[in-house]
């Protein structure tokens, strides 16, 4: 170990950035240290494309042609069009778990101790991780599309409008992220992070008009499927994408469903943004 | 002068566990104080609190001068931790981690870029720079852990148990490492389970159980108060202990003690390997035949049998100092109820 005198004590204090400028500086670090992990770990990032790409051509031959969509003739390219928003979202949503096995695994072997001794701003770990999140949520969509063209699919209603509904699926998709954050701050283990990620995450995609059409559900069962959050942002994308056939369920959240689509995910933004903060200020570690 | 770091009267409760319970000590400027105690001692829980990462019941502290519970971020700036756990990002290379570290300490990228250059160089991590860490050896993380914790050439440093886990080679590296830090004047307060290494490094020792300092002093004075080495004999036959009781008594400087059915004599001694040498001569002289013979110098463990009465019980803990699972019941520290709360 070279000589002493260069490292003495007393070099010049680092600039104090203040409000969002600090908030946006210290998220652009841990978000540029999160994207350099996933070119060094592309495992994550492929696994993570699999699942869906998966899903587009299981439900698409296997059971495309048994799943009745009212006012269509059955068939799988019929299916296909309506499946596909269905699949973006729930792709989307899938953020979760790679938020939440990311910060647990940050919390167990220590980073987020490195991070809470260092002079930045609080939330910025948990945005930087949001925020690199967000860019696989894109990187990965543009895929699962390219996969869904070659497939069948098709966008009928033009580029903007296209580009409007990947809008409201990246949103969501953040949203999601938050979630995740929170989920990860809270369990003991990534390995836990993992399935209390994407456990409840069946139910709530299933339960919803991206599989099958809400009309084909009982009745109960209808009311929490035209509310859920996930429900909006698929009949939003159909209505975006030209993907709806037949006349678009006369409910109100499905009628408005661009606007509950922003609604909701802004509202899951604000609560577990602001739930998840909380934890990571308090976390003992 | 005020002291570097200092903290009065830490509590600290994890549901029924009191892992600090009335943490008091100060570090002067300059100085290294080594927090000595076994594992869930509250070592780690001082550790945190005084670099901000937890927040105590009662009690306050300063570092630099700054309130701690007051003024979080500005301590911040002004102190570096380094770990149990070696805290950098496996998938970022070392200089890539060091890099991130600066930028959040709020050093403009080119400072960052230029400080972790300078940084792997100190730490001969040069040729490792752009290996990611995983690929690093035990010693490397640890010393690339510290080298994050010296980026801004902070005053006050907090280094929580900087060797467990290391061979001697690399703990020894490491201790020269911090030995230079200290000649250039930073304050550091240091966690150790081995009594080797707050006696080399530290030139203040707390003593620290059950969420309490029990001792302070330097490593003379506490080797003073444990009375020192010892030779152990272990005589190979039962009728020839009474006869080596009274040869070794020569040198005893107190009462030998003597386990009957090991065979085993135990007497405090002054001089080193040099009496060691005239103890086995004058066994040798005797025709005692003897199993084993040794120079013992006091253990963490004599220092709390001597202290408390009871062992370190570092075996059966785990866990760094988050909180003590229930106590054996053996030992007599009593919680008055509701103090200081």
Known sequence: MTSA??????????????????VLHD?????????????????????????????????????????????????????????????????????????????????????????????????????????????????????LAVVALLVGWRIHHGFWSALGAFGLLLLLGYAFSWIGALIGLSVRSPEAATSAGL??????????????????MPGWLQGIAYWNPFSATVQACRNLFGNQVGPVDDVWPMQHAELMSVLWSLAIIAVFSWLSVRKYRSAAG | MAPAIQAENLVKTFGDVRALDG???????????????????????????????????????????????????RVRSLIGLSGQYAAVDEYLTGFENLQMVGELYQMPVRAAKARALELLEWFNLTEAK?????????????????AAALVVRPPVMFLDEPTTGLDPRNRLALWEVIETLVEQGTTLLL???YLEEADRLAHDIAVVDHGRVI????ADQLKAQIGGERIEVVVHRADLVAEAVAALSGYALGEPALEKNTRRITVPVSGGARVLADVIRELDARSIEIDDIGLRRPTLDDVFLSLTGHHTEADQEEGGGKGRSGDSGTDERAVPAGKER
Request: with cysteine; proline share 5%; glycine share 10%.
């Open chain 1, 5 to 22: 005198t260069e490292h003495a004590i007393g070099g010049a204090v680092p600039k104090q950035r203040r409000g969002v400028a600090a």
């Open chain 1, 27 to 143: 998220s652009w670090v841990v978000a540029k240290r999160n994207l350099r992990r996933m070119t060094r770990i592309p495992e994550i990032v492929v696994f993570g494309l699999m699942q869906p790409v998966m899903f587009v051509l299981l439900f698409s031959y296997v059971m495309g042609g048994a799943i009745q969509i009212p006012g269509t003739e059955s068939s799988s390219s019929t299916y296909i069009q309506f499946l596909m928003a269905g699949i973006f979202a729930q792709t989307v949503t899938f953020a979760v778990a790679g938020a939440s096995a990311g910060i647990a695994e940050d919390m167990s072997k220590g980073l987020v101790d490195r991070f809470r001794s260092l002079p930045m701003t609080r939330s910025s770990v948990l945005v930087g991780r949001t925020l690199a999140d967000l860019c696989q949520t894109a990187f990965t969509l543009v895929v």
């Open chain 1, 199 to 216: 456990i409840w995450l069946f139910p709530l995609t299933f339960i919803s008009n991206a599989f099958v059409p809400v009309s084909s």
């Open chain 2, 23 to 73: 943490v008091s000590l100060d570090v002067p400027e300059g100085t290294v104080l080594g927090l000595l105690g076994p594992n869930g001692a509250g070592k780690t829980t001082t550790v945190r609190v005084l670099t901000t990462l937890l927040q105590p019941d009662s009690g306050r502290a300063t570092v630099a001068g700054v309130d701690v519970l007051k003024h979080p971020n």
């Open chain 2, 130 to 146: 752009d290996r990611i860490a995983k690929t690093y050896s035990g010693g490397m993380r640890r010393r690339l852990d510290l």
């Open chain 2, 191 to 193: 966690t150790t389970q």
């Open chain 2, 215 to 218: 001792a302070r002093g330097t």
